[in-house]
């Protein structure tokens, strides 16, 4: 309508959840990710023997990491007519809660424990996005989620120096 009514060209592009430099790795106010990564950090730090969980860890997601979007929005600029109205963006990996953990733990270097709280909250058991449109334009995320995750780390450890 908005096209129509005021001769304007636009696309949608909604992504799965981002993650990356920049990011707001807050205890208390960041995202899934961000903030996890910062409390197993806290823990290596500490010494701490286990990281908690919430729930049991089995609730999948889907990340990318933030410049691969901005790849993608150069990407859709090039390709705007081949866009549809409304489209997904995304890295096309599920990851259990259980194995983001796994990851963080590798790149961080923690060695100890998880346990789970199963009295917090597990939230929707998945959350991916159908990637369909991304998948017949031709265009993936360039970054390894593990890289990308180590990219992250690095970040986020010069940022809390």
Known sequence: MANEQHNVSFKTILPCNLF????????????MLPAILHRMHQAKQNDDVQVTIWGDGTAKREFLYAPDLADFICFAIDNFEALPGVMNVGSGLEMSVNAMHKHMAKVIGYSGEFQHDLSKPVGRLRRCLDLRHQESLGWSPKTAFQDALELTYDYMRRSLE
């Open 20 to 31: 990356g430099p920049y990011d707001n790795f807050s205890l208390e106010t960041g995202h």
